[in-house]
């Protein structure tokens, strides 16, 4: 395992709380324009030491990016729209730094062993947020809580800027640290690791007394769906019928979508919430005919800027600055031609989590988890969004990855000298019959 790990720990880390600890909480439209100069700046310097470990590993890199068309355009769109970016200039620094979430997706799947740098991305940056978050709740309340002066109301926010960036950390690692827990106990019980499962249980714990304060009801329902996904798919039969995976995934989608857009069937009002989703459907129907160009969207990340955005805060004392939407979210950005590249994405990262079922059932069930936690969670929240963690989360787990060289062991001949078989290169389809 390299040390480039550490890069993409760094990044989410500051996905994670670079708002309220490198004071980008924004004021004004004007702020917004100026952006934050201290982020800015270690943004960028990731961001280059990235691209040098990357360069090192060119070949790897070439034969990721073969076959990870569908991003490659998504992203290519993303850069074109900055054309007719009402701030162009800002427009194509924020592309930039959306790069960076991708740099660093690329610099975990390009290491030698995939799952293992997944579980120690997962885990080093868990281990750091967490245990803070629950530190600072508990014991430096004037830290880890926030007093809302609207209504007077207490939230729980740890070391992120909020109650719903708390939901997300705990949405992600938990089922990151229930994916760990499962494959321990797969192993036999003389291979097991009772320390890492000691270690993963506690955290696994914390998640759940984060939850309980977070009170993000969009994080807590896609945890439980997709940690469903997770121990479903830990039953090799159930992991081999793709019918049945596909039948769980669908599902839990759909359930979640009438949930919350279906008010007759009273699922929301079952739940004691809201059913205008806490204000967002009013929201939603005052941003939709802002958005000039509908085909192409207003350009890259330019839609809460300006005049817009300075309108809509004299509407709403809560000063909103995404749609509370992914695909709205995109569709006010990028139009109806991002939200249609951005299914091609989901479509195509699917299809591969899936297929990966065949080669590495195990790494394969939380890449299917995770994109269906960036479908479900952007129903309610900008999940498609550039340094977002639902979305860094999303792209690891939609990359496609090359095909699986699978190596025959070797043979032993009767003299006892060991006899060297080629490496034999195989097709998906191929792979899946060995492993079968």
């Known amino acids: 395992m390299s040390k480039a790990v550490w ?19 924004y004021r004004s439209a004007a702020d917004q324009v100026d952006g934050n100069p201290i982020q800015r700046n270690i943004f960028l310097v990731l961001l280059g030491i990235g691209l040098v470990v990357l360069f090192q590993r060119k070949q ?48 975990i799947v390009t290491e030698t062993n995939r799952t293992a740098a997944v579980k120690r991305f997962l885990a080093r940056t868990a281990f750091l947020l967490i245990p803070l978050s629950v530190l600072l709740i508990q014991y430096y309340p004037y830290l880890g809580r926030e007093w809302k002066p609207q209504d007077g109301r207490m939230v729980f926010v740890g070391v992120t800027g909020d109650k719903n960036m708390l939901g997300v950390i705990c949405l992600l690692f938990g089922l990151g640290f229930l994916w760990m827990i499962i494959q321990q106990l797969r192993l036999d019980k003389k291979f097991r690791n009772k320390r890492k499962l000691a270690a993963h249980g506690a955290m696994l714990l914390m998640v759940f007394w984060l939850f309980a304060r977070a009170n993000s009801m969009s994080s807590f329902a896609s945890f439980a769906l997709a940690s469903g996904l997770i121990v479903a798919t ?15 995934a669908v599902g839990a989608v759909c359930l979640a979508f009438t ?29 939709i005919p802002l958005n000039t160009n509908p085909l192409l969207g207003t350009g890259f990340e330019s839609f809460w800027m300006g005049d817009r955005l300075d309108k809509i805060w004299a509407i709403h004392w809560w000063h909103p600055n995404e749609a509370h939407n992914g695909y709205l979210e995109v569709y006010l950005n990028l139009g109806w031609v991002g939200v249609f590249l951005l299914a091609i994405v989901i479509i195509a990262g699917y299809r591969s989590a899936v297929r990966m079922l065949a080669w590495d059932p195990e ?13 479900i969670y952007a129903f309610t929240e900008a999940g498609f969004r550039l340094l977002n963690p639902v979305w860094i989360c999303f792209l690891l787990a939609a990359t496609a990855l090359p095909r699986p060289i699978v190596r025959r062991a070797p043979r032993i001949a009767t003299t006892g000298e060991e006899v060297i078989t080629p490496q034999v290169d195989l097709s998906e389809s191929q792979a899946e019959n060995v492993y079968r």
């Open 60 to 107: 790897r890199v070439i034969a990721l990016l073969r076959v990870n068309g569908p991003l490659l355009v998504f992203f290519g769109y993303c850069l074109i729209s900055v054309i007719w970016s009402d701030f162009p200039d800002i427009a194509f620094k924020r592309w930039i730094k959306a790069v960076g979430d991708i740099v660093m997706v690329m610099i």
């Open 234 to 248: 830990s039953f090799r039969k159930f992991a081999r019928k793709r019918t049945l995976v596909h039948v769980y």
């Open 7 to 25: 890069l993409p720990v760094i990044w989410m880390m500051l996905a994670v709380a670079a708002s309220r600890w490198l004071q980008a909480n």
């Open 259 to 287: 949930a919350l857009f279906l008010p007759d069937i009273g699922l929301v009002k079952t739940l004691g919430r809201d059913p205008t989703l806490t204000g967002r459907t009013e929201l939603w129907h005052e941003i």
């Open 363 to 375: 790494a394969a069930k939380l890449r299917i988890a995770f994109i269906m936690v960036g479908i």
